[in-house]
T-cell receptor, first 107, second 115 residues
Framework: GQSLEQPSEVTAVEGAIVQINCTYQTSGFYGLSWYQQHDGGAPTFLSY????GLEETGRFSSFLSRSDSYGYLLLQELQMKDSASYFC????????FGAGTTVTVRA | GAGVSQTPSNKVTEKGKYVELRCDPI?????LYWYRQSLGQGPEFLIY????????DSGLPNDRFFAVRPEGSVSTLKIQRTERGDSAVYLCASSPTGGYQETQYFGPGTRLLVL
């Protein structure tokens, strides 16, 4: 089976940088995805790592190290609208999600 | 274009009743997924359709749950003899071809409450 661990909550101020770590155990996967979900909303895709290293998409970056079974999502220049839950997920045609990290951005 | 839509957005039912939840995927997407999300948890995989057929139903919790996609577009998740533990948000997602590394596009979900 698959299991993923990520912190339950992170709080930061506007303009700050937040890193959400994700460690996983799996027998095999194709890549690590990150999704954002606002309260009551649909999960929306943020970033994907098929290979080790850093992927940058605007203010968001994601990193994967397969040898360490570890990844992270980096949120830069935090804005109030970034307050949401963030999920890491292992890709294997279906997604296996972590429990999510609630990010709260304070003014 | 239109995204994934799900109806109803909310459903309240009584224990023991039957419910149907509908998903309209993005037009042209052959892959369709159902997930269930309990409060404070990440989505949990239920079933994956490739076209009209269920390619993987390993996540369905028991035989009270069933899903169909008869024409390869709209899908219906059916729950018989509902139990209070079935209360959750049921999410549908679609992707263009079901490729291992494709982005999945999620609908807003149906919030099911079993009283």
């Amino acid at each position: 089976g698959q299991s993923l661990e990520q912190p339950s909550e992170v709080t930061a101020v506007e303009g700050a940088i937040v890193q959400i770590n994700c460690t996983y155990q799996t027998s095999g996967f194709y890549g690590l995805s990150w999704y954002q979900q606002h309260d009551g909303g649909a999960p929306t895709f943020l970033s994907y790592n098929a290979l080790d290293g850093l992927e940058e998409t605007g203010r968001f970056s994601s990193f994967l190290s397969r040898s360490d079974s570890y990844g992270y999502l980096l949120l830069q220049e935090l804005q109030m609208k970034d307050s949401a839950s963030y999920f890491c997920a292992l890709n294997d045609y279906k997604l296996s999600f972590g429990a999510g990290t609630t990010v709260t951005v304070r003014a | 274009g239109a995204g994934v839509s799900q109806t109803p957005s909310n459903k309240v039912t009584e224990k023991g009743k039957y419910v149907e939840l509908r998903c309209d995927p993005i037009s042209g997407h052959t892959a369709l997924y159902w997930y269930r999300q309990s409060l404070g948890q990440g989505p949990e995989f239920l079933i994956y359709f490739q076209g009209t057929g269920a390619a993987d139903d390993s996540g369905l919790p028991n035989d009270r749950f069933f899903a169909v996609r008869p024409e390869g577009s709209v899908s219906t998740l059916k729950i018989q003899r509902t139990e209070r533990g079935d209360s959750a948000v049921y999410l549908c997602a679609s992707s263009p071809t079901g490729g291992y590394q494709e982005t999945q596009y999620f609908g807003p979900g149906t919030r099911l409450l079993v009283l």
